[in-house]
């Protein structure tokens, strides 16, 4: 039998679908990464369902403190999105440095999360807004989980076949805070991270309130720093501070050599990354 494919026009058809056969389903949005990945195997597809169509999933809302990104929102609408520019631009900055044009145009923030590559760009920024992954079933309706606890592994996570990730909800952070993009490739574009992350800080009667700091590209899945952030929080900012804090770094990460960069280059790079954006960020 060949491959079948499909395309609901609404998100009730999807779930139907998903019901009846999320088992051999592999769900395609934009494709930047699906169509890669099987380029040469495409007979191992037994069914396409793509989704590009479901309108409700394309948009970017703001209600009271939370922002709701929906799944199938692209790289290039996170980039240019008036909220995500005016509450947390770093989120923006982060789609931003996925991919070409072309692949920004298409690719989608659901996608990115769904494939769940331990150096997606999106993803850090996400962990450190504590975003809400709202996933969908016919069956079970509707369940939030935690992004932080949504990653199991390279390529491997928390979404069961029958499930639609729907969107992402995070609340606004506070107005005194400071957030940050961090990257690192083997070129200026079109790079996968060596390293990325992000830091969102907030300040409190001058000491360092409130501090998460997430990396991507250095464990199996990204990670949050937590000893790092404990380091950090109800301290002054000192250039001392900062050091000691980024010293727990190395404990919490583990790396792998790879083509783009040997385990000992990128605990270095991690460790230099996150202490030189918190100097620009808290001094």
């Known amino acids: 039998m060949g491959m079948?494919?499909?395309?609901?026009?609404?998100?009730?058809?999807?779930?139907?679908?998903?019901?009846?056969?999320?088992?051999?389903?592999?769900?395609?949005?934009?494709?930047?990464?699906?169509?890669?990945?099987?380029?040469?195997?495409?007979?191992?597809?037994?069914?396409?369902?793509?989704?590009?169509?479901?309108?409700?999933?394309?948009?970017?809302?703001?209600?009271?403190?939370?922002?709701?990104?929906?799944?199938?929102?692209?790289?290039?609408?996170?980039?240019?999105?008036?909220?995500?520019?005016?509450?947390?631009?770093?989120?923006?900055?982060?789609?931003?440095e996925v991919g070409s044009p072309q692949i920004r145009n298409r690719g989608t923030i659901g996608g990115n999360v769904a494939n769940s590559s331990p150096a997606g760009d999106t993803i850090p920024a996400l962990m450190v807004l504590d975003a809400k992954v709202k996933l969908i079933s016919l069956e079970r309706g509707e369940r939030v989980v935690s992004i932080n606890d949504f990653f199991l592994g390279p390529g491997r996570n928390l979404i069961k076949k029958d499930e639609l990730i729907y969107s992402f909800i995070f609340t606004i952070p506070h107005e005194n805070y400071r957030g940050k993009f961090l990257k690192l490739g083997l070129r200026k574009a079109l790079s996968i991270s060596t390293v990325n992350g992000a830091i969102l800080v907030t300040m409190k009667d001058g000491l360092i309130n409130e501090c998460r700091i997430a990396l991507g590209a250095v464990a199996p899945t990204p990670v949050r720093i937590k000893l790092t952030e404990e380091g950090l929080k109800g301290k002054k900012a000192t250039k001392e501070i900062i050091e000691n804090a980024v010293n727990f770094l190395s404990q919490e990460i583990s790396p792998i050599s790879d083509i783009r960069g040997s385990r000992q280059y990128r605990l270095d790079v991690a460790k230099e990354l996150v202490k030189r954006e918190l100097l620009n960020i808290l001094l």
Do not use: C
Not at 41 to 65: A, F, G, P, V
């Open 4 to 96: 079948t494919g499909f395309t609901p026009r609404q998100i009730s058809e999807a779930l139907q679908y998903l019901y009846q056969h999320g088992d051999e389903t592999t769900i395609i949005a934009g494709g930047t990464d699906i169509l890669v990945r099987f380029h040469r195997r495409m007979d191992e597809l037994k069914r396409i369902m793509n989704i590009w169509n479901l309108e409700e999933l394309k948009e970017i809302k703001i209600t009271d403190d939370e922002i709701e990104v929906g799944s199938l929102v692209t790289h290039t609408q996170l980039e240019k999105s008036a909220i995500i520019l005016n509450h947390v631009p770093f989120l923006a900055e982060a789609a931003s």
